[in-house]
């Protein structure tokens, strides 16, 4: 498990994946933070991971999670309640990257939770990640995007 400074992308995806699953269950069973931690670390984890950024995910989210779902609300056209909660684990991860971490482009991160709807959510679970994350990131990356587009 990776703990330092330097940013591998298969680390930090392990990172992001570990997290989704962690966020599920966080978020189907009600089981604590600590619990999930503590189970995860122990039995789940088998491959390299960014140990900082899982924990970091792991932690903030929950931490945040009236915040981030301030943000997707006006876009979502629905309660959360009827959100899969896959989807809705990604998107509150994906949401959290898109507010708390500036250094990570927003570009990875939608790709990452697309990536991520992919392998656990529903078939055509990731169009509505997509539209939802798109719009939120207009809203919190207004700049990043601005600069983007004139390259």
């Keep these: 498990m990776q703990e330092n400074n330097t940013i591998n992308p298969v680390a930090r995806h392990n990172a992001r994946r570990y997290a989704v699953q962690a966020m599920y269950q966080w978020q189907i069973a009600n089981t604590s933070i600590s619990d999930i931690e503590h189970e995860f670390l122990n039995y789940h984890i088998d491959k390299k991971l ?9 932690h903030g989210v929950p931490k945040h999670a ?3 779902d301030q943000e ?7 309660s959360l309640t009827e959100i899969d909660p896959v989807e809705l684990a990604v ?4 949401i959290y990257e898109l507010l708390k971490r500036p250094d990570v482009p927003y570009r990875v991160i939608i790709n ?5 709807t992919k392998k656990f959510g529903s078939v055509e679970g990731f ?5 939802i994350l798109d719009r939120v ?3 919190t990356r ?5 600069l983007a587009r004139k390259r």
Aim: glycine residues 2%.
């Design 50 to 58: 960014d140990l900082a950024y899982f924990k970091e995910l792991l």
């Design 66 to 68: 009236h915040e981030l």
């Design 72 to 78: 997707m609300q006006p876009y979502l056209g629905r």
């Design 91 to 94: 998107l509150r991860i994906a």
């Design 112 to 116: 990452e939770a697309l990536e991520l």
């Design 127 to 131: 169009k509505f990640v997509n539209s």
């Design 137 to 139: 990131a207009k809203k």
């Design 142 to 146: 207004e700049q990043e995007i601005a």
